[in-house]
């Protein structure tokens, strides 16, 4: 356990629910925690991350520089005062209570926003401080916050938490940190059991767990893995595939916005491999100029997947074909199943005409989320409506797939109001 975890917690890993429970009460039988306060405690954090050496230290964690100085801006412009107050006023609207009188009523009401009471963050790892920036999304609402620490996280998380407890100390009872497995079931239902709601981020089997160990009385907010994709019609440009495997290298495709693969608008298995193969030599050129994460066993790994493809492609090249490139390869199939890709610069490319684009992917609905779409212009609207209508929930740009703006939804919804509860009063 890390110096910044050992601080945050002020125990051992494994909590004491009882001591844990009566802290929870305290907290949420004091002052209500001020949103001001948490924006003005976000907006130094960002200040402070300024400084040379937090770029140095996700060098020295293994990052590459480039992606460390990009990480390090985006996570300065999420935290400024200006991005929060932007959000939460797009997110919810007029903060303040509201009075009127009801139509055909003779009494009044105020209405207004109120926390939920206690979250339990369950966070995954593939994303760089996530658990700390789902804890600042139940801070901004006004919630108790215990956070599960994922297996995979580096001590960013904590660190950046306990840096914002150190500037801000009112916030200190509104955040609880673990270093809980998730083997621990015992644990967490007993985490679960004191919380209001359960935040959940990660794949089908982390979301069926957590629906096993929560009672019905406790809330669930899934957020859970998405797929993403390119979809290609008419004739692309050097610059539309360039953009599709900037993203692919930039992410490692490990975001729930990673091209995991791109569709072709065709039904013609052969046209798909000569897309595949103009795509890797892009790919290749990309792959050389971006800096990889994931090291040396991660590399190993997927050569032997990708050489396992190879010889299966070899015994139905009707079926499937590889094209190697520069550090990475793109394999062409003949279905238009939707799938998630081998990861770390492996994505697919399959064939699916616009004709058979809604009745494809409407079975993969819930589990869609990024389109970058390219192709003619006098076609973009027409295609940019069945995206929708298949549950897709954001058309972009390749290079923007993963990046994220102000009040942008995630998976078609505002976070901050899944954190709050709207209330009545009779006044």
């Known amino acids: 356990m890390n110096e910044a975890l050992r601080r945050l917690i002020g125990g051992p890993e494994k909590p004491d629910v009882d001591a844990l429970k009566n802290r929870i009460l305290a907290a949420r039988s004091g002052p209500a925690l001020s949103c001001e306060a948490v924006i003005a405690a976000c907006a130094k954090l ?38 929060l107050r932007a959000r939460i006023k797009a997110e919810l609207g007029e903060t303040e209570d509201i009075s009127f009188t009801p139509v055909g009523e003779a009494f009044s009401v105020r209405q207004g926003w109120r926390p939920l009471g206690t979250l339990l963050h369950i966070s995954a790892g593939n994303v760089d401080a996530l658990p700390a920036f789902s ?30 407890c150190e500037i801000e100390p009112s916030i200190r009872p509104f955040v609880e940190v673990f270093d809980v497995p998730s083997e621990d079931v015992e644990t967490l239902q007993s985490l679960a059991a004191l919380a209001d709601a359960v935040v959940v981020w990660g794949g089908e089997e982390a979301i069926r767990a957590v629906r096993r160990m929560v009672s019905p009385d406790t809330r669930i907010v899934e957020w859970g893995h998405k797929l993403s994709f390119a979809y290609f019609s008419g004739e692309p440009s050097d610059d539309a595939l360039r ?4 993203n692919i290298c930039a992410t490692e495709q490990l975001y729930c916005s990673s091209c995991q693969g791109i569709f072709v608008d065709t039904d013609d298995f052969e046209t798909v491999c000569r897309f ?99 192709c003619p212009d006098e076609s973009r609207e027409a295609l940019t409506a069945l995206l929708l209508r298949t549950g897709a929930v954001r058309i972009t740009d390749g290079r923007r797939m993963s990046e994220e703006y102000c009040a942008l939804p995630h998976d078609g919804e505002y976070p901050l109001r899944r954190y709050l509860k709207r209330v009545s009063v009779e006044i």
């Open 46 to 83: 960002s200040d402070a991350l300024n400084a040379p050496e937090y770029a140095a230290l996700l060098a020295a964690m293994g990052m590459p520089k480039e992606r460390a100085e990009r990480e390090l801006r985006l996570a300065r412009t999420m935290l400024s005062a200006e991005y």
């Open 135 to 164: 804890v600042i999304e139940g801070l901004l609402t006004g919630n108790v916050n215990l956070l599960k620490l994922p297996r995979e996280d580096n001590g960013l998380s904590a660190a950046a938490l306990e840096l914002l």
């Open 243 to 246: 953009s599709a495997a900037i």
């Open 276 to 374: 595949a193969e103009r795509f890797a030599a892009i790919l290749s050129d990309v792959s050389a100029e971006t800096p990889r994460f994931g090291g040396e066993r991660v590399t190993a790994q997927k050569t032997l997947e990708v050489y396992t493809e190879q010889l299966e492609a070899l015994r139905d090249p009707n079926a499937k074909r590889v094209f190697r490139a520069e550090g990475a390869s793109v394999i062409a199939y003949s279905d238009s199943a939707l799938a998630a890709s081998r990861q770390f610069r492996c994505p697919w490319v399959k064939p699916l005409p616009k004709e058979r684009l809604l009745e494809t992917l409407l079975p993969y609905k819930n589990l869609l989320q990024t389109v970058f779409l390219s």
